[in-house]
T-cell receptor, first 113, second 110 residues
Framework: AQSVTQLDSHVSVSEGTPVLLRCNYS??????LFWYVQHPNKGLQLLLK??????LVKGINGFEAEFKKSETSFHLTKPSAHMSDAAEYFC???????????FGKGTKLSVIP | DTAVSQTPKYLVTQMGNDKSIKCEQN?????MYWYKQDSKKFLKIMFS???????INETVPNRFSPKSPDKAHLNLHINSLELGDSAVYFC?????????FGAGTRLSVL
């Protein structure tokens, strides 16, 4: 069984300041982990993925995430928030057969001008 | 061209009605999915098909029936709609473990 826990349901940052969205996972095997973003009234878009290669993963729009096995974490960061980053972010882990994704409950990111 | 497209985008209907949501992907993927997103934004998988065969069937009411006429299409039919069915339904497709999502269908049952 696997699960992900997003530690904050809502994060608010000022434009130009760093973003940190936290995700912890639980898995009985080596997982693949993803971050997806959902802008208001839109579908989900893949930001980045970790699939057992480099532990620091770079994604689109300046986001990156670091896989830390010892801490069972996969936190999402960005050095400088932009207004267009305001959205819902989901941390996701794959299932045993790699067909099934398990989603975290999401973190809403608000960016204050 | 939209990679994963679903129709309609919005669906408003009365309790007890039967409705369908269509999904098509032009990515050549073998696997397609239906997810339900509730009002708290929680996403839960409902079904998955691989090459037209059902591979994941989570605990959903049997009023929900997916149909895959070919591997590019996965439609969702819902019978006897209930208030609790109101949600956003997302279709997705994948090759290996990266999933691509449609824009969603917002279903409102009155």
């Amino acid at each position: 069984a696997q699960s992900v826990t997003q530690l904050d349901s809502h994060v608010s940052v000022s434009e130009g300041t760093p973003v940190l969205l936290r995700c912890n996972y639980s898995s009985s095997y080596s997982p693949s982990l993803f971050w997806y973003v959902q802008h208001p009234n839109k579908g989900l878009q893949l930001l980045l993925k970790y699939t057992s290669a480099a532990t620091l993963v770079k994604g689109i729009n300046g986001f990156e995430a670091e896989f830390k096995k010892s801490e069972t974490s996969f936190h999402l960061t960005k050095p400088s928030a932009h207004m267009s980053d305001a959205a819902e972010y989901f941390c996701v882990i794959t299932g045993a057969g790699s067909y099934q994704l398990t989603f975290g409950k999401g973190t809403k990111l608000s960016v204050i001008p | 061209d939209t990679a994963v497209s679903q129709t309609p985008k919005y669906l408003v209907t009365q309790m007890g009605n039967d409705k369908s949501i269509k999904c098509e992907q032009n990515l050549g993927h073998d696997t397609m999915y239906w997810y339900k997103q509730d009002s708290k934004k929680f996403l839960k998988i409902m079904f998955s098909y691989n090459n037209k065969e059902l591979i994941i069937n989570e605990t959903v009411p049997n009023r929900f029936s997916p149909k895959s006429p070919d591997k590019a299409h996965l439609n969702l039919h819902i019978n006897s709609l209930e208030l609790g069915d109101s949600a956003v339904y997302f279709c997705a497709s994948s090759q290996v473990n990266i999933q691509y999502f449609g824009a969603g269908t917002r279903l409102s049952v009155l």
